[in-house]
């Protein structure tokens, strides 16, 4: 019977020692619940929820419009600027690993949601591409393509930025041909009846140097072959080459087109209002004036989308030109990064833009969950009352303390003499004993 007892004991006791054990693995496990939950949400889901709330604009056809004939193929373009992947120099590896992981989520999300079907980078693809060796720059470009990886059936197209080859001072044969062997070098393709330009704005000094002087004759023979499309004989001085379709070109490059400042830009991702007003610098901030109306004089494009500024803004170019400044797609140079799609076709246009998650979101969602685990954990340390259960405490406090402002008048040491009341001529008096002591209230007659 001893020994009975003495095992139940031993048996009371290990259950007591597993308990312990048994709380600390549940909020261990709770723990461990809520970082996946909120590295799920702010490394996948977000991405999703802000980027399902994009949707391809509609865009006028003839037929919309109750002509006749076939209806004009729409072409789903997406527009996007200024990655600048880091590089092997003045990228540090956590900002790499931040930023790109960003725009690999954003990027392939947005495939997977919107399928577009060619997919343009205005410039500034790498940051380091101007000074990059050799190999940094292969590291770079299978960076580039892990990042933006996309099925065969789509196409990816850029164009070069000053940070790919580097300013007019700085570039040469030999960087725009490496950019060239990553992305196809065509100034001009034509797709679904639609004309694209892409032009090497670093190159549009106007100083007569030779990758100057080659860049202007490329963009004279395009605007010759534009402007033979459009006539309906073909002269003879347009020979045998393959006639483009006869539609107004949109124009892509890196460098906007000149404009004094972004005094007249306006919204959320607009320049902030201390930069809005600073002179930009022709050459640097944006195209000369000379080689900003030589553009529009050959090409007569009827759209132009460009990127550099990082920042937002439409510009009117004309009576009917319009240019679309596209802002950058990464964090590192915007809180709030955006791409611009848009529903082409061979006569009419559409644009609506997409916003990424928010920098500071992500960030917000981090802290404050980084605050509720260590208030967790201090609780289950019991370093600090939980929260739940001091409410409940105050709660059955207040409910269970008697309110002495409303507490009935004590008479355990009081005795009543009940008196009867006497009529008094001119009044009314009424008496009420209270023990030894007496009271009398008068009353004013009827």
């Not at 050459?283 to 990127?307: F, H, N, T």
């Amino acid at each position: 019977m001893a020994a009975e007892d003495t095992a139940s004991t031993r048996l009371g006791a290990g259950r007591q020692h597993l308990r312990p054990l048994k709380r600390r693995g549940l909020v261990l496990l709770r723990l461990t619940a809520i970082v996946f939950a909120v590295l799920l949400f702010c490394e996948f889901l977000i991405y999703y929820l802000v980027i399902f709330r994009c949707s391809w604009p509609a865009v006028k056809t003839p037929a919309d419009a109750g002509g006749l004939g076939t209806p004009e193929p729409v072409l789903r373009a997406m527009f996007l600027a200024d990655t600048h992947l880091l590089g092997a120099v003045g990228g540090h590896w956590l900002d790499k690993l931040r930023r790109e992981w960003q725009m690999e989520r954003a990027f392939q999300t947005a495939l997977w949601l919107l399928q577009p079907e060619v997919i343009f980078i205005l410039g500034d693809v790498f940051d380091e591409g101007k000074w990059s060796s050799s190999q940094a720059w292969a590291d770079d470009v299978g960076r580039f393509w892990k990042i933006f990886r996309h099925p065969p059936h789509v196409q990816l197209r850029a164009v070069a930025g000053n940070h790919d080859i580097g300013f007019h001072y700085q570039m040469n044969t030999y960087k725009i041909k490496r950019f060239e062997k990553v992305f196809n070098p065509e100034r001009l393709f034509s797709w679904k009846g639609i004309n694209f330009v892409m032009v090497n704005s670093v190159a549009l000094e106007g100083d007569s140097c030779d990758i100057c002087s080659g860049a202007e004759a490329e963009l004279l023979e395009i605007s010759h072959r534009l402007n033979c499309s459009r006539e309906e004989h073909r002269p003879q001085e347009c020979g045998d080459r393959q006639r483009l379709p006869a539609s107004a070109p949109i124009l892509l490059q890196h460098f906007p087109l000149y404009r004094r400042n972004d005094a007249n830009c306006s919204g959320e991702d607009a320049a902030s209002p201390d930069e809005k007003y600073t002179p930009f610098k022709e050459r640097y901030d944006a195209l000369s004036q000379e080689a900003s109306r030589k553009l529009l004089w050959w090409l007569r494009p009827r759209l132009v989308l460009s990127g550099h500024t990082h920042s937002a803004c439409e510009v009117l170019h004309g009576a009917d030109v319009l240019e679309v400044s596209v802002p950058s797609f990464s964090w590192r140079n915007r809180n709030n990064p955006s791409f611009i799609m848009g529903s082409v076709t061979a006569t009419e246009y559409a644009l609506a833009k997409c916003y990424l998650p928010y920098e500071d979101t992500v960030l917000t969602t981090y802290c404050t969950a980084a605050g509720g685990l260590v208030l967790l954990t201090l609780v289950h340390a019991g370093l600090v009352a939980s929260p739940f259960h001091f409410g409940w405490n105050m709660l059955r406090k207040f409910k269970t303390t008697p309110d002495t402002s409303l507490e009935p008048l004590s008479f355990s040491h009081c005795s009543f003499t009940m008196r009867p009341v006497v009529k008094l001529s001119g009044s009314k008096t009424l008496t009420k004993g209270m023990g030894d002591l007496g009271k009398v209230f008068k009353l004013p007659d009827n």
